[in-house]
């Protein structure tokens, strides 16, 4: 049976952090100042992306 809500991957903060190999820190940092795309949703205070808006971000900050 075919489901009727498939998972959608979501990144926040700890994910961004590990494809970059950047400090979790930093990218609040960065985040603050406006160098990540916007967040595709918010869950509380903390901001969520999903892959195909910030992956193109992360390919291009990679350490």
Known sequence: MPEDN???PLLGYAEIAAATGQDIGLIRVWMNR????????RLGQSPGWLEETIDPWIRANRK
């Open 34 to 41: 406006g160098k990540l795309p916007s967040p595709d949703f």
């Open 6 to 8: 498939p998972e959608v």
